[in-house]
């Protein structure tokens, strides 16, 4: 078995992250490693991260409060009633607690959001380098036909930048013996303010990074992942 498959199979998506942070220069190496490795269509770069470390904790918090799943999660995304978002934040509080009270199956939090650091994939629409500017490529117009393509006005393009960014740093966290949990299941409310979540603003994804909390149960998952077949097809 190679290095590499060892490492992939060493990453996994987890919940619960540990209080205890990372060196701050440790993941600033990983990312800076990522951003140097990671190939991008003809040099452009259509997404931006923004990185919440150890300090942004209470913002996590809240983060953590719209990421609800379960049952109840209709019930709460689109309501306007401050009320109710005190309710969710009492069963936040609950559920990280163990509350027994809490109905099975009604609640369920994505906690992957609270890690030390939090990575937030965005959109980052026409950005150009300096050196891309003063380039007879742009100075001939070249780059609107890039900006302008189908793929771009689509939005497709910045997403499969930001998870090639994304899978590739979980690696290589996993390499450092660190864990990096993808997360995608989150909602803006104006009485949870947090700048992770800003109101329309594209957000492919977020990816915590930190040391998993061993000491955390964590609740039984099923197996739904597709046979090899029903996705190869040899031709």
Not at 136 to 141: N, R, S
Not at 151 to 180: R, S
Request: aromatic share 14%.
């Amino acid at each position: 078995m190679s290095y590499l498959t060892d490492i992939m199979k060493k990453r996994q998506n987890i919940q619960f992250f540990k209080e205890e942070a990372p060196d701050k220069k440790v993941i600033d190496d990983i990312l800076r490693e990522a951003h140097d490795l990671i190939p991008h269509k003809n040099n452009f770069w259509h997404y931006k991260i923004r990185v919440y470390g150890p300090e942004h904790k209470e913002e996590k918090r809240q983060l953590g409060i719209s990421s609800l799943g379960g049952t109840k999660k209709d019930e709460y995304r689109a309501t306007t009633d401050e009320q109710k978002i005190k309710e969710l934040e009492e069963a936040y509080e609950k559920w990280m607690n163990r509350d027994s009270s809490l109905r099975k199956g009604e609640y369920f939090f994505n906690a992957q959001v609270t890690a030390p650091y939090l990575l937030v994939y965005t959109h980052q629409e026409r950005f150009l380098t300096e050196h891309q500017q003063e380039s007879a490529y742009y100075q001939k117009g070249f780059t609107n036909k890039i900006f302008n393509s189908t793929a771009k006005k689509k939005g497709t393009d910045w997403k499969i930048q930001a998870g090639m960014h994304g899978i590739t740093t979980a690696y290589m966290c996993a390499e450092k013996d660190l864990y990096a949990s993808f997360c995608k299941c989150y909602f803006y409310n104006k009485f949870l303010p947090n700048d992770m979540r800003r109101e329309h603003e594209k957000t492919a994804f977020m990816l915590g990074i930190g040391y998993r909390d061993e000491d955390l149960p964590y609740y039984p998952s099923f197996n739904l992942k597709a046979l090899y077949e029903e996705i190869v097809e040899w031709q």
